[in-house]
Antibody
Framework: QVQLVESGGGAVQPGTSLRVSCGASGFIFSSFSMHWVRQVPGKGLEWVAA????????NYADSLKGRFTISRDNSKRTLFLHMKRLRVEDTAIYYC??????????WGQGTLVTVSS | DIVLTQTPLSLPVTPGEPASISCRSS????????????LDWYLQKPGQSPQLLIY???SRASGVPDRFSGSGSGTDFTLKISRVEAEDVGLYYCMQRIEFPWTFGQGTKVEIK
């Protein structure tokens, strides 16, 4: 059974950095592209970034380029999102998702990041 | 970016009655390489993450009841619930995965009358 468990969220001050993680199990992690999607509480969904199965290709939402970095450690079956110069508007639940190609995508339960002074 | 427009945004339903949600895309979601159409439907129940209902237009995800069905082609898609049950309440989103950035419809809130 596919499991994606996000961690590392919390309350931080504007201008600081934070790294959130996503531990994967139940599938061959190194075979799948992975994504981060975020959701401001009570609002819609926003795609953040994607990384290819081997980490060789990365894509970002235009509005986040330069501040957010996606990475992965296939030996530890873990996906990361490093966020720097955080802003109040980055407050959101951050979900990791497995891209299952023509069979949809699977999502974790999310980790809440709150940016506030 | 591809824009997905869902209608309606709010859908009060009577248990046992059918329900339908539309999703219109600003561009075709057909992949020229493999012929698949990358339009999925998700349900986000209160306090939970989005869960996959339908992928590539009409395929039901594992464990999804057969009262849920998806249809459409090109740029126009529909999610139908043949007989709504109380557990179906929540926010329904369509999502495209044919290109980056993945984009989502605004969400349709389904609630019981």
């Amino acid at each position: 059974q596919v499991q994606l468990v996000e961690s590392g969220g919390g309350a931080v001050q504007p201008g600081t950095s934070l790294r959130v993680s996503c531990g994967a199990s139940g599938f061959i992690f190194s075979s799948f592209s992975m994504h981060w999607v975020r959701q401001v509480p009570g609002k819609g969904l926003e795609w953040v970034a994607a990384i290819s199965h081997d980490g060789g290709e990365k894509n970002y939402a235009d509005s986040l380029k330069g501040r957010f970095t996606i990475s992965r450690d296939n030996s530890k079956r873990t996906l990361f999102l490093h966020m720097k110069r955080l802003r109040v508007e980055d407050t959101a639940i951050y979900y990791c998702a497995r891209d299952h190609g023509d069979q949809g995508s699977d999502w974790g339960q999310g980790t809440l990041v709150t940016v506030s002074s | 970016d591809i824009v997905l427009t869902q209608t309606p945004l709010s859908l009060p339903v009577t248990p046992g009655e059918p329900a339908s949600i539309s999703c219109r895309s600003s561009e075709s979601l057909v992949d020229a390489d493999d012929g698949n159409t990358y339009l999925d439907w998700y349900l986000q129940k209160p306090g939970q993450s989005p869960q996959l209902l339908i992928y590539t237009v009409s395929s039901r995800a594992s464990g999804v009841p057969d009262r849920f069905s998806g249809s459409g082609s090109g740029t126009d898609f529909t999610l139908k619930i043949s007989r709504v049950e109380a557990e179906d309440v929540g926010l329904y989103y369509c999502m495209q995965r044919i290109e980056f950035p993945w984009t989502f419809g605004q969400g349709t809130k389904v609630e019981i009358k």
